[in-house]
């Protein structure tokens, strides 16, 4: 599982707590008690500062969580798939860098609870509604 950040309050950790699949998540701009969320993360998995990158099955993946400079590293061509969160809007581009921003879980700001499926031998993914 990727996360692009913004768990807001340690608290949140509780209802990921019976994940079964790895996790590895970036903090966010609305993280302030990082020393807590890590901690309460721990037994899930590392949260990073962004950007970060992580390598899964052979394939580059940069983590952020603000956009700001997308366009520029996917030009840059030295990832497979560049992942982001931050405007809860979903964002896919298909190309030879694989941009996502998966929308939001929890649907507080958009009213829509999406997550993306990756599918890193297709190089593509799918968003579901939940």
Not at 35 to 43: K, P, S, T, V, Y
Not at 54 to 70: C, Q
Not at 96 to 121: M, S
Request: glycine share 12%; with cysteine; aromatic share 10%.
């Amino acid at each position: 599982m990727l996360h692009g950040g913004d768990y807001i309050a340690p608290f949140n950790a509780r209802w990921m707590g019976d994940l079964t699949v790895p996790f590895v998540g970036v903090f966010g701009n609305n993280d302030g008690e990082k020393f807590g969320l890590r901690a309460l993360f721990e037994d899930l998995g590392p949260i990073h500062r962004p950007p970060y990158v992580h390598e899964w099955e052979g394939k580059r993946i940069l983590m952020l969580h603000e956009p700001d400079e997308v366009d520029a590293l996917v030009d840059s061509g030295a990832y497979d798939v560049i992942f982001y969160g931050h405007t809860h809007e979903i964002d896919v581009r298909r190309g030879d860098t694989l941009v996502i921003n998966p929308g939001e879980a929890c649907g507080w700001t958009t009213g829509r609870e999406t997550v993306g499926i990756l599918d890193l031998n297709a190089m593509d993914v799918e968003i579901v509604a939940l």
